[in-house]
């Protein structure tokens, strides 16, 4: 005796298809948390890998550099910017912008507070960046698992000065030079 079961798969499909779309939009999200972490790993190493070749010239009283505040007239503040910006994101959501980028300067690699000191910036020293990112989830499901709260990504990369850069006056108030180059 054959018994009925028009129903039994429609019933078996309605009760696992929520399970493969949360699963489905799990793995989006967590690609996207990795993309987006590589981004910001990429955007902190590139951008010490230029400030310990070409530091800044501006002085400057503040301990850390907030890359945006200080990038106009400055040409390697700027190309340290463009560095850490060079990140691409498949959206301005994902995009790492200047002001996620902040720089400092150590006397030495244990050396955990940053340094006012102009002697920081020399040969042997530490040039430290570090990158902040909030990024809102990108499915529904993981907006309303995380409650709507956004997720941050930080970054450190520290080198060792290598170069001092090209030679420059002193910065005055007003002026500007061309490139930080050689």
């Not at 200080?70 to 060079?86: K, V, W």
């Not at 040969?123 to 709507?148: C, D, F, M």
């Not at 990369?157 to 005055?172: K, L, Q």
Request: hydrophobic share 40%.
């Amino acid at each position: 005796m054959k018994r009925k079961s028009r129903g039994q798969s429609l019933v078996e499909f309605a009760l696992v298809f929520p399970l493969m779309v949360m699963l489905l939009f799990i793995a989006i999200d967590f690609g996207y948390y990795v993309f987006i972490w590589s981004e910001v790993q990429f955007s902190a190493r590139r951008s010490a890998e230029q400030a310990s070749r070409m530091q800044p010239r501006e002085l400057k009283t503040a301990p850390e550099y907030w890359v945006t505040a200080y990038s106009g007239h400055d040409p390697c503040l700027r190309q340290i910017q463009r560095e850490a910006t060079r990140a691409g994101g498949f959206n301005g959501e994902t995009q790492i912008a200047p002001t996620d980028v902040y720089l400092t300067f150590h006397m030495t690699t244990n050396d955990p507070t940053p340094s006012t000191n102009r002697q920081a910036m020399g040969l042997g020293r530490i040039a430290q960046v570090r990158v902040e990112k909030e990024v809102t989830p990108l499915t529904p499901l993981t907006q309303w698992l995380l409650s709507g709260r956004k997720y941050e990504f930080n970054a450190v990369s520290r080198r060792t000065i290598v170069a001092n850069g090209p030679s420059f006056p002193m910065v005055i108030d007003g002026a500007d030079y061309n490139t930080c180059t050689d």
